[in-house]
């Protein structure tokens, strides 16, 4: 593990001198670190898996933070990027119209998310949903690697957009599990995997208890609430109306909106969403500011709060502690 030489706080502060003198060609989204790969998310639309250098920087671990650490990272990073474009280039050209089908992936931002931001990657092929953004990625043949899905590869390939959200929906429901986990003070933590009524309708039964519930597609977990009638079996089990709040881009919580004096609670909810924003998440995890309510009559979500989506985090503090 990367944590057995050097701490998580210091890492990310020498990511962040990366990315702070990161050449203009190079346009990286995200960097982050798991075992002993660094993940690196372009922001060109692929992302990919490169193995970390961990030795010289463990050789200069004393030296944290000098020319001589940030530069073995930054060519650990060109070299991924060189890689990366070479081969989405050699990997789009061989997707064809059934494997995109077969293997596109359903995923979600929050619409301020930069790679939409400042009209970046415009050709990215994506939806509003309530006040985030769906968009699809594709692994590519015999690599690592995704690209987003774009309207370019769509004409190439002679899908149209509803065909390939249409099959990344399919793939979501038939290549995804649903994992459970109550949450309460009388029972402590309680998971599952898969639907499991009982803990469902143990949110009646404990009042301030809360429902968490993702699946398992990788750093997108929260778009379980795109699975086919999850929130619907949920509503008619408890024969309540839901308030749905986004953890992140990961996970949701759920509670009974019967239970609940929404008028009275709502700036309370609000601000916990908020609060797990600002202090918990990196802006790209982050999915909205908003709560959620599903209707069980008309079956469908709807937003009932109006918090502006891109809070810098400077504006998040000022409505959460002022």
Same mark, same amino acid.
């Given at each position: ?52 250098a961990c030795e010289p920087i463990v050789n200069i671990i004393e ?21 990366? $474009?070479? /081969? ?5 050209? =061989?997707?064809?119209?059934?494997? !995109?089908?077969? %293997? @596109?992936?359903?995923? #979600? ?101 809360? $429902?968490? /519930? ?5 750093? =997108?977990?929260?778009?379980?609430? !795109?699975?086919? %009638? @999850?929130?619907?079996? #949920? ?88």
């Amino acid at each position: 593990m990367v944590g057995e030489y050097i701490s998580k706080a210091c890492f990310k502060e020498m990511l962040s001198v990366i990315k702070d003198g990161w050449s203009e060609d190079m346009k990286i989204r995200k960097i982050s670190i798991l075992d002993k790969f660094l993940y690196v998310d372009f922001d060109d639309g692929v992302s990919g898996e490169v193995k970390l250098a961990c030795e010289p920087i463990v050789n200069i671990i004393e030296c944290l933070g000098t020319e001589e650490a940030v530069a073995e990272l930054k060519k650990n990073i060109r070299s991924a990027y060189e890689t990366a $474009l070479e /081969i989405k280039t050699e990997g789009i050209l =061989n997707i064809k119209r059934e494997y !995109l089908l077969e %293997n @596109v992936k359903v995923r #979600i931002c929050n619409i301020k998310d930069f790679m939409f931001k400042d009209g970046k990657n415009e050709d990215v092929v994506c939806k509003k949903y309530l006040d985030f953004n769906i968009y699809c990625s594709v692994e590519l043949p015999n690599t690592k690697y995704e690209a987003n899905v774009t309207s370019s590869l769509l004409q190439e390939v002679d899908v149209s957009e509803d065909e390939v959200f249409k099959a990344a929906l399919k793939n979501l429901n038939e290549n995804n599990h649903l994992h459970m986990k109550l949450i309460c003070m009388e029972e402590g933590i309680v998971s599952s995997d898969g639907y499991d009524k009982e803990i469902v309708k143990s949110l009646k039964k404990y009042d301030g208890s809360m $429902l968490g /519930i993702e699946n398992d597609l990788p750093q =997108n977990e929260g778009t379980v609430i !795109l699975m086919d %009638n @999850v929130i619907k079996k #949920i509503g008619e089990d408890l024969e309540d109306d839901l308030l749905l709040l986004p953890s992140s881009k990961f996970d949701w919580i759920i509670m009974p909106a019967g239970s609940i004096p929404i008028e009275q609670e709502l700036e309370q909810l609000i601000n916990s969403v908020m609060t797990v924003n600002l202090e918990d998440l990196e802006y790209e995890e982050r999915l909205s500011n908003n709560v959620y309510m599903y209707d069980r009559i008309k079956d469908e979500i709807v937003v009932v709060s109006d918090v502006k989506v891109g809070l810098s985090d400077d504006e998040i503090s000022q409505v959460i502690y002022d």
